[in-house]
């Protein structure tokens, strides 16, 4: 299931940082990089938390 996630989380920051250069190389309209940014963040920020490990705080 953790795999799943990471996958599914590398492939939202795929999708946030890969539009934004399609616009600058003009292979994407802006309309559509917003759509397609938009997926990548909502996909990362819902799929991310799950497996990113945090530290523990040390107990006592």
């Excluded at 003009?26 to 938390?49: D, N």
């Amino acid at each position: 299931m953790k795999t799943f996630l990471k996958i599914l989380s590398y492939g939202g920051l795929i999708l946030t940082i890969l539009p934004p250069l399609l616009v600058l190389s003009g292979r994407m309209e802006l309309e559509t990089h917003y759509h397609w940014t938009l997926a990548g963040t909502v996909l990362w920020f819902a799929t991310a938390p799950f497996w990113i490990d945090r530290k523990k705080k040390a107990e006592g």
